[in-house]
């Protein structure tokens, strides 16, 4: 063919192309909870986040299994902002592409990301409409006091498509109280004494920070690097407050100065206000104990003041990828069901907990709270036996946190969050332990989920009857909202290791936990069917080995610090 012929076809194809829209992202149906209130008004103005493709995902995986690979050459030499930055950061081609896109259609893109990932336009509704394919509704629930605006189907013009990984909020519906307490949580008015250790005389025990010493041989001595840092995120409008704090560490840790207390950083206007009335349990469980538990080690809580969780998690990674020095652990207590986020939006985030791993900081997440069935119990969810993944628990790039409860053995709880991702496949780290779990699961099995899919979560911790302080009160409460910053707490406190004998901190754990199981008491007794449906109901039991309830078991300190230093 000639070349001005094959100019001409070239041309032909472009011209065809362009304006063409390519559908991205749908849904059958309004998830639960959610009504339309009709379409949005067409005039009103609205501002979306649009994800830019990064040039390298594939190389900065691969980096990050072997950075964090035990026996690599470069095993945990974890990388700079800047390394990071040069596998996220879009192409040219890609920032080319949507430049082109958005002066042809009148929009000033603004980037909103350190690493350049995420641009913010506005636009009114109905120019949103024409250009992504969507027809945007404003949705109520009856638990959020704002309504949403939304659309069920967002479609990328094609000259975006491989350029452009997400557009929110376009497809993602998440729900509203993320908070990983389940709903029997207590708040017991009454004071109560201090335990000094586990009272294993009660069925469940009450669970103290001397209590979680005593079990898994944690050290009560102080951390005493100042370079190490544990992050609390929180979020829905969740505050610490610090007098709670005090009282705690003067009931329960006595041992160590009642003036330790946490630095506060804000993202979206995020706060924390210091009337105890703001109080919330959620914050208030998270910061006492990664205070009780990582003694003495640098606090910070993150206050994000973001319209939803989604978009809560982004400003999290986007913030961290701002950070020269960033945590070296950061602990979330809060997770939805994976589908309400959509696989668009599910993967950029976990990608986000690649890049943050890849830094040298372990991500730590609450594993959720509804045993095989989503993120909370709800009578709805008893009607079938599909089993319905939490995210962000269910991402690979992430240490997913169950609960336990008991001593006489330690048993998995009956809400524990645990199963298998539909959007992420079995990672390396864990194929021969999932493949070992499967072994133990009946051919016949009445529950429905895949069998390809990442398996979380990897670890658990004691998760009920937590002692807690919460706006002068003392009272239990339980949730993988406890196990996860007692597991962070842990962490932190072999960082400090680490750090005093001039070696990496452990940044991102799965590879470097999973070649380690003799770090972990096995937990071969539960069935995660959660609270509200009936015990009867199909869910996991937990096996010899890994399984989807307890993950590798709980852990063995002075094991899993000698595997660290090692
Ligand atoms: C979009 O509008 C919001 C207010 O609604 C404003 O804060 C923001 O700066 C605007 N962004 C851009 C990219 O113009
Ligand atoms: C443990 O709990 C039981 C029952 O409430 C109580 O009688 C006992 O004093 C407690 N033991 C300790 C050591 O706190
Ligand atoms: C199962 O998980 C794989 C990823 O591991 C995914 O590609 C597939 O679509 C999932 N299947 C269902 C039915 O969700
Ligand atoms: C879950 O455990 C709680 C506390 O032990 C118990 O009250 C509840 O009946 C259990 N639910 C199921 C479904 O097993």
New binding site residues.
């Given amino acids: 063919m000639a070349l001005r012929s094959l100019l001409a076809l070239l041309s032909l194809v472009a011209a065809a192309s362009a304006g063409t829209l390519v559908l991205h992202e749908n849904r059958a149906a309004v998830p639960g909870g959610f009504v339309s209130q009709g379409p949005a008004t067409a005039s009103d103005?609205i501002?979306l986040r649009v994800a830019l493709a990064s040039n390298n995902v594939a190389g900065l995986e691969a980096k990050l299994t072997s950075l964090s690979t035990p026996g690599s050459s470069e095993f945990r030499q974890w990388l700079s902002m800047d390394e990071v930055k040069a596998f996220v950061a879009p192409s040219s081609e890609t920032i080319s592409a949507f430049n082109a896109f958005a002066s042809a259609n009148n929009l000033?893109?603004?980037v909103i990301s350190p690493n350049g990932d995420w641009v913010?336009?506005?636009l009114t509704v109905s120019q949103a409409n024409e250009l992504f394919g969507a027809q945007f509704e404003v949705f109520s629930h009856p638990d959020l006091t704002n309504t949403i605006t939304r659309t069920l189907s967002v479609s990328l013009p094609s000259e975006l498509v491989g350029h452009v990984d997400v557009v929110h909020p376009t497809t993602a519906f998440i729900q509203p109280n993320v908070r990983l307490l389940p709903a029997a949580s207590t708040i017991q008015v009454e004071k109560r004494a201090p335990a000094a250790s586990c009272n294993t005389t009660l069925p469940s025990g009450v669970i103290t920070p001397a209590c979680l010493q005593a079990l898994y041989g944690i050290p009560t001595t102080p951390a005493t690097q100042s370079t190490n840092a544990l992050l609390v995120t929180a979020y829905e409008d969740e505050f610490a407050e610090e007098a709670d704090l005090k009282e705690f560490l003067q009931l329960l840790r006595p041992d160590i100065p009642d003036t330790e207390t946490f630095t506060l950083l804000s993202t979206e206007g995020g706060t924390n206000p210091q009337n105890l009335d703001d109080a919330g349990t959620e914050a208030s469980l998270d910061i006492q104990y990664t205070a009780g538990i990582a003694t003495e080690v640098p606090l910070q809580f993150l206050s994000d003041g973001g319209e939803d969780f989604a978009t809560s998690l982004l400003d999290t990674t986007t913030f961290l990828d701002g950070v020269a020095s960033p945590p070296t652990v950061m602990t979330t207590s809060y997770g939805d069901s994976e589908a309400d986020f959509g696989l668009s939006m599910a993967t950029k985030v976990c990608n986000g907990y690649m890049a943050l791993g890849s830094r040298g900081i372990s991500v730590v997440f609450a594993s959720g709270d509804g045993g095989v069935r989503g993120n909370h119990d709800t009578t709805s969810v008893c009607k079938d036996n599909t089993f319905v993944p939490v995210f962000p628990a269910a991402c690979p790039y992430l240490t997913s946190v169950g609960s336990t409860q008991g001593f006489g053995p330690e048993v998995a709880v009956n809400f524990t969050g645990g199963g298998f991702s539909n959007f992420f496949p079995t990672p390396s780290y864990q194929t021969t332990q999932v493949a070992g779990f499967l072994e133990t699961v009946p051919t016949n099995f009445a529950g429905t989920f895949n069998k390809t899919g990442r398996g979380y979560p990897d670890v658990s911790v004691q998760g009920w009857n937590f002692e807690v302080v919460v706006a002068g009160e003392t009272g239990l409460v339980g949730g993988t909202s406890a196990s996860s910053p007692s597991f962070a707490g842990i962490i932190a406190l072999i960082n400090d290791q680490l750090i005093a004998a001039g070696k990496p901190v452990l940044g991102f754990l799965n590879p470097f936990l999973y070649a380690n199981p003799t770090a972990f008491t096995d937990i071969t007794i539960g069935h995660n069917s959660g609270f509200v449906c009936p015990a009867s109901s199909v869910a996991f039991d937990a096996a010899v080995g890994w399984d989807p309830l307890t993950g590798s078991g709980t852990p063995l300190f002075p094991e899993l610090l000698a595997a660290a230093l090692a």
């Fill in positions: 103005i501002s000033k893109p603004t913010s336009i506005n």
